[in-house]
């Protein structure tokens, strides 16, 4: 059996697919970091959803078809260029995303103000890694200025950041929380 541990990266440096050594602050690597990152966050939400019995149909297998793809996305990540690999998201991917929005974005009223995280612990957890999904995103959009990196993979985690927010406000409601609304100072 391989130890979970090889030493390998002890110098700072990493394994691309294909066996590429990068060091582990490139670009590159940060990029998938933010994607493992925003997996990571998605298994708390799902967690959290399971722990708390909150009648939420369908969201933790959309939840678990999302951190499956994102697993994809992160590996395509770790494949240049030079490492044969077939593109492993897809237009499809990103319009499933977009038909789950507005799915379930039309289970919630109509956004009058901006919100802030919180509410349902699980709500709070999916603000969280909505905004982890945007950094990883901007960490996507550094690396694009200087490698070749397909747009799908952008698109996708631009989309799901989308989705995070929007299940944020659903499950809210479905714990019959409102809500958080901004309140602007007076000026």
């Not at 966050?41 to 678990?64: F, K, M, N, P, Y």
């Not at 379930?104 to 999916?126: C, K, M, T, W």
């Not at 999904?133 to 698109?155: G, K």
């Amino acid at each position: 059996m391989m130890k979970i541990y090889t030493r390998t990266g002890d110098t700072g440096e990493t394994s691309l697919l294909g066996g590429e050594r990068v060091q582990k602050n490139e670009l590159r690597i940060e990029a998938i970091g933010g994607v493992d990152e925003t997996n990571a966050c998605i298994g708390v939400v799902r967690v959290e959803l399971q722990r708390s019995h909150v009648a939420t149909e369908g969201i933790d297998d959309l939840l678990a078809r999302i951190q499956h793809a994102l697993f994809d996305l992160g590996a395509e990540l770790a494949a240049r260029a030079a490492v044969a690999m077939p593109p492993r998201i897809q237009a499809a991917d990103i319009k499933a995303l977009e038909n789950d929005i507005d799915q379930y974005d039309a289970r919630v009223e109509p956004l009058r103000s901006f919100i802030l995280p919180g509410g349902a612990a699980a709500a709070a957890q999916l603000h969280l890694a909505r905004c982890v999904c945007r950094r990883a995103e901007r960490s996507l959009v550094d690396l694009m200025a200087i490698e070749q990196v397909r747009d799908e993979l952008l698109q996708y985690l631009n989309r799901l950041s989308d989705l995070l927010f929007v299940l944020a406000r659903v499950v809210n409601k479905a714990n019959r929380l409102p809500d958080v609304v901004w309140e602007q100072k007076p000026r």
